[in-house]
C-alpha cells in the first residue's frame, strides 16, 4: 500500500517546517509527501527547497484548502491518499497506523485519527483543554477504535486518509467550500451517503495552534460560515431566523451544562464559541451566492 500525504498551506512556513520534519521521519516504507501552496507570500518555496529535497511542491494561487488538497490528489502517486495540516505534527508511526487499520478492516475507505496540542500546551492553555473536550466528549474521539459511517470520530483533514477511488469515486472536494471549515465534513457526508465506512484510530495528530481567544475567536467564525454552507448543501436552507434560533439554543443549554461537571470549566467559551458560530453564519447569508454547491 502506496501513501500520498497532501499537505495544503498558506503562509505558514515555520510550522509547516515541523510538519514536514515528521512527515520526512515516518517509519512507513512505501510514501510520498506533497506541499500544495495556495498562494503564500512567506518563506515557504524557499523553506521547502532548501531543507526538504524530498518533498514534492506546487505553487497555485489562493483557492482555499479544498481546491489545493484536489491539487495535491490529481498528481498523487499513491493508492491511499492522507491528509493533515501545516500546524500539525505527526507521530512516527501515523502511516503505519493508519495502514494497519486498512489492513484490519478491509471494507472501509478511511482510517483516520484525533487532534490534540502537545501536552505542556494542554496544562497551561484552557482553550487547549477545551479543543480536547470537543474531541474527546463531544466527537467520541476517546481511546477505543470505532468503525461506522458519518457519526464516526475520524474524518477530519488534519488527520485522515483515504482510498483513492472512494475520493475519485465522489469527485474529492467540493471546491466551493471558500473557507478552511465545513470542506471535511461534506467530503465525508458524500463519501458515508454511499453507505461507505470509516474506521477511528486513537493516534493523536499533534496541534501546533496558537490558543488564544483571538485566534479561537477567529477559527469559531470561519467554522460557522462553514457550517452554513454545509447546511446550504445538505440541510435545510440557512436562514437569519434558523441561525438566531440556534444561537439562542446553544446560549439556553448552557445552565443545565453547569451540573455537568466535565462541562463546567469550559462554559465561557461555549458562550463565545456560538456567538461567532453565528456570526460566521449571518456573514455567509449576507455572502450567499459564493457558495454554488454542487
Same mark, same amino acid.
Request: glycine share 6%.
Given at each position: 500500500?502506496?501513501?500520498?500525504?497532501?499537505?495544503?498551506?498558506?503562509?505558514?512556513?515555520?510550522?509547516?517546517?515541523?510538519?514536514?520534519?515528521?512527515?520526512?521521519?515516518?517509519?512507513?516504507?512505501?510514501?510520498?509527501?506533497?506541499?500544495?501552496?495556495?498562494?503564500?507570500?512567506?518563506?515557504?518555496?524557499?523553506?521547502?527547497?532548501?531543507?526538504?529535497?524530498?518533498?514534492?511542491?506546487?505553487?497555485?494561487?489562493?483557492?482555499?484548502?479544498?481546491?489545493?488538497?484536489?491539487?495535491?490528489?490529481?498528481?498523487?502517486?499513491?493508492?491511499?491518499?492522507?491528509?493533515?495540516?501545516?500546524? $500539525?505534527?505527526? #507521530?512516527?508511526?501515523?502511516?503505519?497506523?493508519?495502514?494497519?487499520?486498512?489492513?484490519?478492516?478491509?471494507?472501509?475507505?478511511?482510517?483516520?485519527?484525533?487532534?490534540?496540542?502537545?501536552?505542556?500546551?494542554?496544562?497551561?492553555?484552557?482553550?487547549?483543554?477545551?479543543?480536547?473536550?470537543?474531541?474527546?466528549?463531544?466527537?467520541?474521539?476517546?481511546?477505543?477504535?470505532?468503525?461506522?459511517?458519518?457519526? $464516526? #470520530?475520524?474524518?477530519?483533514?488534519?488527520?485522515?486518509?483515504?482510498?483513492?477511488?472512494?475520493?475519485?469515486?465522489?469527485?474529492?472536494?467540493?471546491?466551493?467550500?471558500?473557507?478552511?471549515?465545513?470542506?471535511?465534513? !461534506?467530503?465525508?457526508?458524500?463519501?458515508?451517503?454511499?453507505?461507505?465506512?470509516?474506521?477511528?484510530?486513537?493516534?493523536?495528530?499533534?496541534?501546533?495552534?496558537?490558543?488564544?481567544?483571538?485566534?479561537?475567536?477567529?477559527?469559531?467564525?470561519?467554522?460557522?460560515?462553514?457550517?452554513?454552507?454545509?447546511?446550504?448543501?445538505?440541510?435545510?436552507?440557512?436562514?437569519?431566523?434558523?441561525?438566531?434560533?440556534?444561537?439562542?439554543?446553544?446560549?439556553?443549554?448552557? #445552565?443545565?451544562?453547569?451540573?455537568?461537571?466535565?462541562?463546567?470549566?469550559?462554559?465561557?467559551?461555549?458562550?463565545?464559541?456560538?456567538?461567532?458560530?453565528?456570526?460566521?453564519?449571518?456573514?455567509?447569508? !449576507?455572502?450567499?451566492?459564493? $457558495?454554488?454547491?454542487?
Amino acid at each position: 500500500m502506496r501513501f500520498s500525504v497532501v499537505v495544503p498551506t498558506f503562509n505558514r512556513a515555520a510550522t509547516l517546517c515541523h510538519t514536514l520534519t515528521a512527515l520526512i521521519a515516518q517509519d512507513y516504507p512505501d510514501y510520498e509527501i506533497i506541499v500544495v501552496d495556495d498562494g503564500s507570500t512567506d518563506d515557504t518555496r524557499a523553506m521547502i527547497a532548501r531543507e526538504f529535497s524530498r518533498v514534492r511542491y506546487v505553487y497555485q494561487t489562493n483557492r482555499g484548502p479544498a481546491a489545493a488538497r484536489n491539487r495535491g490528489i490529481a498528481i498523487a502517486t499513491g493508492d491511499v491518499i492522507a491528509f493533515t495540516d501545516d500546524d $500539525c505534527v505527526p #507521530p512516527r508511526d501515523w502511516l503505519t497506523r493508519l495502514a494497519d487499520g486498512f489492513a484490519r478492516y478491509p471494507q472501509v475507505v478511511g482510517v483516520g485519527g484525533y487532534l490534540e496540542a502537545p501536552d505542556e500546551v494542554l496544562q497551561r492553555e484552557p482553550l487547549a483543554r477545551y479543543e480536547r473536550f470537543v474531541s474527546r466528549h463531544l466527537f467520541r474521539a476517546d481511546a477505543r477504535e470505532y468503525v461506522g459511517g458519518f457519526e $464516526c #470520530p475520524a474524518g477530519g483533514t488534519n488527520n485522515i486518509a483515504y482510498r483513492r477511488a472512494i475520493l475519485e469515486r465522489v469527485g474529492g472536494f467540493d471546491e466551493a467550500f471558500p473557507y478552511a471549515a465545513g470542506e471535511d465534513a !461534506d467530503l465525508k457526508w458524500r463519501i458515508c451517503q454511499l453507505g461507505a465506512e470509516l474506521l477511528y484510530v486513537p493516534v493523536k495528530m499533534t496541534h501546533l495552534q496558537t490558543y488564544s481567544w483571538e485566534s479561537f475567536k477567529r477559527q469559531a467564525y470561519t467554522r460557522g460560515k462553514g457550517r452554513a454552507c454545509f447546511d446550504a448543501k445538505h440541510r435545510a436552507k440557512p436562514t437569519r431566523v434558523r441561525a438566531l434560533l440556534r444561537l439562542l439554543r446553544r446560549w439556553l443549554i448552557l #445552565p443545565r451544562e453547569w451540573f455537568h461537571r466535565e462541562y463546567r470549566p469550559f462554559l465561557a467559551m461555549r458562550a463565545v464559541e456560538a456567538w461567532h458560530n453565528f456570526r460566521g453564519e449571518w456573514e455567509w447569508l !449576507d455572502e450567499n451566492s459564493r $457558495c454554488r454547491l454542487r
